[in-house]
């Protein structure tokens, strides 16, 4: 199983080098910053690319507490038509802190 983070950067960091301005969509691996950018379905698109394997079947998509389910199906039908040939599961998860939780497994 392989999992990430989705959610806004809420001071300005450096981070392995890099500017992370207050705001930032960041995609979080591991605890580290994998990307970064300014649209939420953008960076969910690049974290899932990180994270999801050729040999991973099962693609779950764990939304936040701040993201209503029309948002969160908006963003689902879009990592899911990337990933097609994967089983795809959307979960309410009410997390405080984290717009979007993927696992990958």
Same mark, same amino acid.
Request: proline share 3%.
């Given at each position: 199983? &392989?999992? !990430?983070?989705?959610?806004?950067?809420?001071?300005?960091?450096?981070?392995?080098?890099?500017?992370?301005?207050? !705001?930032?969509? %960041? !995609?979080? +691996?591991? =605890? $580290?910053?994998?990307?970064? =950018?300014? *649209?939420?379905?953008?960076?969910?698109? &690049? #974290?899932?690319?990180?994270?999801?394997?050729?040999? /991973?079947?099962? +693609?779950? #998509?764990?939304?936040?507490? =701040? +993201?209503? &389910?029309?948002? *969160?199906? &908006?963003?689902?039908? $879009? +990592?899911?038509? %990337?990933? *097609?040939?994967?089983?795809?599961?959307?979960?309410? =998860? !009410?997390?405080? /802190?984290? /717009?979007?939780?993927?696992? *990958?497994?």
């Amino acid at each position: 199983v &392989r999992d !990430g983070s989705v959610t806004v950067a809420v001071r300005d960091s450096v981070v392995d080098g890099e500017k992370v301005p207050a !705001g930032a969509v %960041i !995609g979080v +691996i591991d =605890g $580290k910053v994998a990307v970064q =950018g300014d *649209a939420m379905d953008e960076v969910l698109a &690049r #974290l899932a690319a990180k994270i999801v394997m050729p040999e /991973h079947e099962i +693609i779950s #998509l764990y939304y936040g507490a =701040g +993201i209503d &389910r029309q948002e *969160a199906e &908006r963003m689902a039908a $879009k +990592i899911n038509k %990337i990933y *097609a040939d994967k089983e795809f599961e959307l979960y309410e =998860g !009410g997390q405080p /802190h984290y /717009h979007f939780l993927l696992s *990958a497994e």
